[in-house]
């Protein structure tokens, strides 16, 4: 079973760099498109990016194009979140998720806990 653990999160100034990763364990994501989904408090949880088994992105979040991107790295059953230029409206908890070979917004069959970024002004 994909176990997933996020981490990189933190508090960063707004105009910063945060990279997140999300790990995979007990077994492997070479199968698996994975998701960047983040939830603000009082807010639905919002998808992201997603990256599928082939390395094509998929952008769900209008409000981070041209700033965040998103990498995988097969071999360290490893996907990256990498944020540039930060606002004080990324601050969120940040989750991955993983589900079969190509992106969707939905049917995502593992879950990471999270990991919190604070955007100070």
């Known amino acids: 079973q994909l176990h997933l653990v996020e981490s990189g999160g933190g508090l960063v100034q707004a105009g910063g760099s945060l990279r997140l990763s999300c790990a995979a364990s007990g077994s492997t994501l070479r199968a698996n498109a994975i998701g960047w989904f983040r939830q603000a408090p009082g807010k639905e949880r919002e998808a992201v990016l997603c990256i599928n088994i082939s390395g094509d992105s998929t952008n769900y979040a209008d409000s981070v194009k041209g700033r965040f991107t998103i990498s995988r790295d097969n071999a360290k059953n490893t996907v990256y979140l990498q944020m540039n230029s930060l606002k004080p409206e990324d601050t969120a908890n940040y989750y991955c998720?993983?589900?079969?070979?190509?992106?969707?917004?939905?049917?995502?069959?593992?879950w990471g806990q999270g990991t919190q970024v604070t955007v100070s002004s």
């Open positions: 998720a993983a589900r079969w070979y190509v992106c969707s917004p939905a049917d995502f069959h593992s």
